[in-house]
């Protein structure tokens, strides 16, 4: 399931990042150095990445409101950074934690939401791995090298 | 029961009475607002003790108030007169009242009282089933009825409800009778208590309607097996009572209790119950039993109802002195507000007169009569009144005023006259002369300017300045011109060079002492005025004043006096960052170009962050023409920095990059970021640091709390889904100590539902997310708004041309301090607010208008700067009495209209009055000429709107 939506995602870059907002925040650089923006990234990296985990524990766990706290949170994130797909994922796993289908408009049960989640849960992941690779490569293109 | 026979025997004519002296004690609590009529302390008291009702004066503060404010009005300070002290006054027996009183509050177990009003309710209908409930167990078992009922007709309402329910069709899906007809099926106990009970028995507790089953002697029948409504379904019985046999509903009464009384009978409480419907068999001993059962339960219900009256009472009590607390506060918050405005206006006066002054001069000394770019004013007015102890707000407040003013200059490429000497009374009259001299002193450090001759012109700024202060030299100097001259001592001491008072010598950057000079100029732009210029006739003289322009030269004699403190301010504000902690720079030659931003490091509080300049800064619109600039310690910096205890650094330069805006707060806000989630409040962060704001941060709703308990902030930034605890309640908890301090939400759960939540819980908007820069901008501007007040003031007059005086605030403001002016002054005159107020509001409504506020601000600051002990136009021969006139004058609005409108025509002998107060305070302190003044003034009024723009310009473009 997973590997199947990592495979999927790829296509669609174009509407995995909304520039204005990254731009916005790129334009809160100074003195030409993206210091400033990479930070920010790269703590999203580490943040979306930890969230990820404990979102899977939160699954084996059948924890459905963890996983909509996480998926409230990182969906936070994510808009801050206009990183869009990634923030669209989070935000039907939000809802799916609460037992709620959006798109359907409709309650789902504990086990709908499980099932909901559990291909969503790839496929944001997915998503996320996109966008760091967008991302990794925008900075490296402008000369910034990755410390870590 | 005591007294038994103290009452007539028939029960009408007891309960009548009883009606009456429970509205009498009634209506005495409602006309009182007070304690009731007996011993309030023991009552409450007897209440906390026996714990039956929360005790009167707990009550409220647990459910409502806020412990801290709390206290019982009625029991500290009022408790008064209507408290009748004895029982003998009582229209009513009080004897009783008390002893009953005493019995409830003694008897009856805890929680009673949240039965009351239930009960009262439910009285309508069985009064009995209440007053049952009424009663505390220890008294009567809950089987024991009181035999008491009036109103029973022969079928009791009760049973008649009962069958008529049965009978009701609608009904039959949840109650119905059973298959024989001689019992009945509550099918559905849920629904039967959701639905039927309400609308039949006007409650919803299925068990007291089984109670009541049970004393009409209705039996529950037990569940069989093959019970065909299911094993939820409750079955009731009772022998006369059948479907088809209507009549023999009468027979089915009230269970008799068993025999509370030793001698009641059955059948005769029941009969006196009745009254007359029902044949009373019963003996008189009964009935008095009956009756006394009756006045018991009477009274209870009495001070049952006297304690909820008092709990109202004291409820309403607490909110009345909550609205005096919020009234207190209102009147605190409205008095800040025009301390506030009065601040501004003096600030605007400042501004006005400097501007006058600078234009008068630059006129002159350019010849170049276009458009005046010096708007603001410096706040060293406000300074030298001393109104405001705090310099550092001042320098924050006058940083962007002054700079402008600089710019200004530049941009109106006056040049600069380079000849020396004339004293500052001679140099309005010698054109520029003074300018030059003061230019030479001070003028030349502007490091705005890229050509020189900007400098120049603020050199003439600063003359005027100080000319324009000097009149007021006045021996009784506010604090800050101590500071002033101390620092001006300090400056002497570390500039020896400049001490010789020759121009002549340009400090070098490097020189740690002429640094400090160097650097102050530089920042302060404008710098240290002395307030005497004439005494820099030697360093003046020197004809050389390209020189003199970028040397520091400090006459000594000049710091012999006090001298006004001009803080230049940049239009920018700190960034944290790193360097330059110390507030130090060092000179890069190479960096002439950069644009150097002065800042007062107060502003943001944040230790100064950035290096000054950035060489290819496209935008520059200074330039260093002179090895200036250097390492001052912040602390040499700020004078002796005495006037700001709490700010280090007092400036520091920034660059302008596209991203810095300015949002011009005269302090600061301090902001509370609180998020979990370290991308937003990164961003968030950043953001608030653009905007000058001071941003503590919390991670979570706990850490928020404490923070907010710990400090003060003028705005809190709460997001809202967070671990341990949740904006939402991290608010509330908050709303409980702090009322005040906006707390904004960031949240991207914006339903409708989840909004009001926010807002109930205390917070103040919505700040959807994720926001942008200028949603996040939009936000702090309406919030913090009495932060931005200055931008304000001087945005109003210079888009619009009209005085900020419109808002009725500042005409309030105005008159206050006016009023305070004019009793100052020894001034017999009285001030009509009216026309005052009607003055700010023609003024800003008619363009024709558009000057009239100068004079009309000058005027408190005039005075201010004499603190009001000074008639500012003595040096024009006029009498106190005569000044006082002026006041009055000035404070009617009639001559304002005129001299708005005919600036240019005026004439130091045409002037209308008020115009003559304002002119004659200026020339009195400038030494200018009536007619000079006059044309100077209507340049800076006339022209406020252009300069700006075009300077704002600059900083937005991007590098």
């Known amino acids: 399931m997973f590997s199947q939506s990592k495979k999927k995602s790829p296509q669609r870059v174009p509407d995995m990042i909304d520039e204005e907002t990254f731009n916005q925040i790129v334009e ?27 979102m899977e524990q939160a699954f084996a766990a059948k924890n459905l409101l963890k996983l909509s706290d996480l998926g409230h949170f990182l969906k936070g994130s994510s808009a801050a950074l206009g990183i869009t797909r990634v923030q669209k994922s989070c935000e039907r796993m939000q809802h799916y934690g609460k037992k709620w289908d959006e798109e359907a408009g409709s309650a789902l049960t504990e086990e709908g939401a499980m099932k909901k989640i559990e291909p969503l849960l790839g496929k944001v992941k997915g998503e996320y791995g996109d966008a760091e690779k967008w991302l990794k490569g925008w900075y490296v293109d402008r000369g910034v090298k990755d410390e870590d | 029961m005591d007294h038994p026979n103290r009452y007539p025997s028939s029960s009408q004519q007891q309960q009548h009475q009883q009606q009456q002296q429970q509205q009498q004690q009634q209506r005495l609590f409602q006309s009182q607002q007070l304690p009731p009529p007996h011993q309030l302390p023991s009552y409450a008291a007897s209440f906390s003790r026996s714990n039956v009702l929360p005790p009167i004066s707990q009550l409220p503060q647990n459910t409502r108030y806020p412990p801290p404010s709390y206290s019982h009005p009625s029991l500290s300070n009022t408790a008064p007169a209507p408290v009748l002290p004895g029982s003998s006054q009582l229209p009513f027996p009080t004897h009783r009242t008390s002893n009953s009183r005493d019995e409830h509050s003694q008897i009856s177990p805890p929680l009673r009282h949240s039965d009351s009003r239930s009960s009262f309710r439910d009285r309508v209908e069985s009064p009995r089933d209440a007053h049952h409930r009424q009663q505390p167990p220890q008294q009567e078992s809950p089987m024991m009825k009181q ?73 529950k029948v037990k569940n069989t097996d093959d019970n065909q409504y299911g094993e939820h379904s409750w079955t009731f019985k009772h022998p006369d009572f059948h479907a088809d046999r209507r009549d023999a509903l009468e027979n089915i009464k009230r269970k008799v209790p068993a025999a509370r009384k030793s001698t009641g009978g059955p059948s005769a409480a029941a009969a006196a119950a009745r009254g007359a419907n029902s044949p009373s068999p019963s003996a008189s001993n009964a009935n008095v039993e009956a009756i006394q059962a009756q006045m018991d339960r009477m009274q209870r219900t009495q001070d049952e109802m006297a304690v909820h009256i008092r709990n109202l009472e004291s409820n309403y009590q607490n909110v009345l002195s909550e609205m005096v607390n919020f009234q207190r506060n209102m009147a605190q918050q ?32 350019a010849l170049a009569s276009d458009p005046n770019p010096f708007l603001p004013a410096t706040e060293a007015q406000r300074i030298m009144g001393g109104a405001y102890p705090d310099a550092d707000d001042l320098a924050r407040a006058s940083l962007a005023q002054m700079n402008e003013i600089s710019r200004r200059a530049a941009v109106a490429g006056m040049t600069f006259s380079t000849e020396p000497q004339a004293p500052p009374q001679q140099q309005q009259q010698n054109g520029m002369n003074g ?17 020189g001759q900007p400098s120049s012109s603020m050199g003439r700024i600063i003359e005027a300045a100080a000319g324009l202060l000097q009149p007021e030299d006045a021996p009784v100097r506010p604090m800050s011109r101590q500071d002033a001259l101390a620092r001006i001592e300090e400056l002497t001491r570390n500039r020896p060079a400049s001490a010789q008072g020759l121009s002549t010598v340009p400090v070098p950057a490097p020189d740690i002492g002429p640094s400090n000079t160097a650097y102050e ?28 322009r970028y ?26 960052s790193i360097e330059d902690a110390n507030g130090n720079w060092s000179f890069d030659p190479n960096s002439l170009n950069a644009m150097v931003m002065p800042t007062p490091q107060g502003m943001g509080g944040d230790p100064p962050q950035e290096d000054e300049r950035q060489s290819q800064h496209p935008l520059s619109i200074a330039e260093l023409t002179s090895p200036t600039p250097t390492p001052g310690p912040a602390s040499s910096r700020n004078g002796a920095g005495s006037n700001a205890p709490g700010r280090p650094g007092s400036a520091q330069m920034l660059r302008v990059r596209r991203s810095t805006y300015v949002p011009g707060w005269a302090v600061p806000p301090r902001v509370l970021l609180v998020d979990d989630d370290v991308v937003s409040r990164k961003l968030s962060s950043k953001f608030l640091q653009i905007f000058g704001c001071t941003i503590d941060v919390a991670v979570d709703g706990v850490a928020a709390v404490e923070r907010m308990n710990l400090e003060r902030y003028d705005l809190v930034l709460m997001d809202i889904v967070m671990p341990k605890l949740d904006g939402v309640s991290a608010t509330s908890l908050i709303r409980r100590f702090d009322h005040m301090t906006p707390i904004i939400s960031m949240t991207s759960n914006s339903r409708p539902a989840e909004i009001l939540k926010y807002y109930s819980s205390g917070m103040n908007d919505i700040l959807p997310k994720p926001f942008t820069k200028d949603g996040l901008f939009d936000m702090l501007e309406k919030h913090l708004m009495h932060l931005k007040v200055i931008q304000t003031m001087t945005k109003v007059p210079r888009s619009v041309g009209v005085p900020p005086l419109s808002d009725a605030s500042f005409d309030q403001a105005l008159v206050m301090q006016a009023s305070t002016m004019a009793s100052n002054a020894a001034s017999s005159s009285t001030l009509d607010s009216n026309t005052s107020t009607a003055q700010g509001s023609t003024s800003s409504s008619t363009p024709a208008t558009l000057s009239a506020p100068s004079p009309n601000f000058s005027f408190p600051l005039a005075l201010g700067d004499d603190d009001g002990k000074i008639n500012p136009l003595a040096g024009m021969g006029l009498t106190d009495e005569q000044y006082s006139m002026i006041l009055q004058n000035l404070v009617s609005g009639e001559n304002f209209m005129g001299i708005g409108s005919s600036l240019d025509a ?18 009195a302190m400038s030494g200018m000429p009536g007619m000079q003044y006059g044309d100077g003034m209507k340049r800076g009024l006339d022209d406020p709107s252009d300069g700006r723009d075009g300077k704002r310009g600059r900083f937005e473009v991007i590098e």
């Open chain 1, 28 to 54: 809160l650089d100074e003195d030409d150095t993206h210091d400033f923006s990479y930070g920010m990234v790269k703590a999203y990296f580490t943040q979306a990445r930890s969230t990820f985990d404990e």
């Open chain 2, 147 to 219: 035999e008491v009922d009036d109103n029973m007709p022969a079928t009791s309402d009760f049973v008649k409800k009962l069958y008529k329910m049965l009978e009701d069709k609608t009904f039959a899906h949840v109650v119905c009778w059973g298959p024989q007809g001689d019992n009945f099926v509550v099918k559905d106990m849920n629904e039967f208590t959701k639905t039927i009970l309400p609308r039949m028995f006007k409650h919803s507790n299925f068990a007291s309607f089984v109670r009541q089953l049970n004393k009409y002697d209705f039996h």
């Open chain 2, 334 to 365: 409205d008095g800040l507000m025009q301390n506030l405005i009065q601040y501004f206006l003096q600030l605007e006066n400042g501004r006005t007169k400097v501007e006058q002054l600078s234009s008068q001069a630059a006129q002159q000394a």
């Open chain 2, 435 to 451: 300018a030059s001299n003061s230019g030479n002193v001070n003028g030349q450090r502007v490091s705005v300017n890229g050509d």
């Open chain 2, 521 to 548: 100029n530089e920042t302060f732009g404008h710098i240290l005025n002395p307030i005497e210029p004439p005494p820099q006739a030697p360093g003046s003289a020197d004809p050389d004043s390209d020189l003199a």
């Open chain 2, 551 to 576: 040397g520091v030269q400090m006459n000594p004699t000049t710091l012999t006096h006090e001298g006004l403190q001009v803080f230049t301010v940049g239009h920018l504000m700190p960034k944290s």
């Open chain 2, 906 to 923: 005026m004439s130091m002998g045409a002037m209308g009055v008020g115009m003559g107060m304002m002119g004659g305070m200026t020339m």
